[in-house]
Structures are given as structure tokens and as C-alpha cells.
């Protein structure tokens, strides 16, 4: 099981890093992103702790853990600036917080997020054929998510991005320890999101190559 969209106390997570990945390896994960909500107050901090975390994985047993960010809330001018600041810093990937129906998001985030290079747009909400199409050509990954909320519009994502050519993505978007999900739990929510078993095997190898980019981009 890989996730690359989840979160720990270092913004609104109930866990600290080392208990939010102890719990995920239980769950059967092999590959954990902690992608923290972040702006500009507090982005060098969050990269920060999570790469002490990152420098100390010869002690994670059995688990490989991600260092990313996730840029959330903040006005559509800035999401380049700060997708380009957050890789500076060290986070292995980028996540933007989409325009999902549960949240009052700014309209025009999902296409700044695409435009900046973001990997993977969070949640989306109701994406439009354009945006989804721009996805697709710039290798953003579109989230279908487990979370409650963000989870109303995985259908309709999937119906476009499968209509548009846009590469998905299946994460949890966790918060707390019951979010995480098992990969036989994760099947369901994306079959239940009108795709296949087949579609959730090519959205987790989505995520490795997104690692394995990441991974390299480092060395």
C-alpha cells in the first residue's frame, strides 16, 4: 500500500511523524508521503522536520517515508512561488489542495496548481475538461480520496480523467489514525468510484514512479 497524501500534528494531523508512520506500516504500508498543510508561515518548517524524519530511516523498518508538503488555502498568484520555494527546501514532492466541494478553495486553483507542476492535485472537485486535459499533458496526478468531503466528487473525477487522459492517483488524505486505510479498503473506494482493480494497481504504480522520480532528482 502506498499513500502519498497524509498528515501529522505538524499542521492539523493528530499524530507525530513517527506514530502516524508506526501505524501506517501496521496497516500494511510500504511507502507513507506526509504532505503537510503549508503557506508561506510555515512551509521552511514543515519541510524541515519532515527531512530529520527522512534522515533518520534506517530506523523505519519495513516502510519507506516521503518528505512533501501540501500547499493549501493560499491565493492562486502564489502557488508557483511556493511549489518552486517547497522544492528548494528539500520536499520530495508537492501536493495542492484542490478545489474540492467541502472547502471554500479559491476558483482557478486547480489550474495554477497544473501550470506550477505540482505531482498531485488534491481532490479536485468538479475539474473542468480543460484542467483535466492540461493534467494529463503535464503529468499531474488527479487524487481519488478516501476522505469524507473531499470523497463526493471521486466519480466524477474518475469519469473525466479517464475522458481527458489525466493520470490518476488513489490517497487518504489522512488526519488521524482511523483515515488510514488497508489496500483491500482502498479497492473498494476506488471501485466504488466507478473504476476498476486494474485502475487502483496503475494509481499505485502512479505513485511509485512518482517516488522513484523524486528519489532521483536527489541524487
Known sequence: MIDLHTHSILSDGELIPSELVRRAQVKGYRIIGIS?????????????????????????????VIPGVEITHVPKSLIAELTREARRLGAMYVVVHGETL???????????AILAGADI????????????????????????????????????????????????????DSHGPSDLTSEEEA??????????????????????DLVKR????RR
Open 36 to 64: 503537510d498543510h503549508a503557506d508561506p508561515s510555515n512551509l521552511a518548517s514543515i519541510i524541515g522536520s519532515l527531512l530529520k524524519v527522512r534522515d533518520k530511516m534506517e530506523y523505519y523498518r519495513n516502510i519507506t
Open 121 to 172: 492535485l488534491a481532490h479536485p472537485g468538479l475539474i473542468s475538461e480543460d484542467d483535466a486535459r492540461l493534467a494529463g499533458e503535464r503529468n499531474v496526478l488527479l487524487e481519488i480520496s478516501s476522505r469524507r468531503g473531499h470523497c463526493l466528487t471521486n466519480g466524477y473525477v474518475a469519469g473525466i480523467a479517464r475522458k481527458c487522459g489525466a493520470p490518476l492517483i488513489y490517497n487518504t
Open 187 to 208: 479497492r473498494k473506494i476506488v471501485t466504488g468510484a466507478g473504476l476498476t482493480v486494474d485502475d487502483f494497481a496503475l494509481m499505485q504504480q502512479h505513485a511509485v
Open 102 to 112: 467541502a472547502e471554500p478553495v479559491e476558483e482557478g486553483t486547480n489550474h495554477e
Open 214 to 217: 523524486a528519489v532521483e532528482a
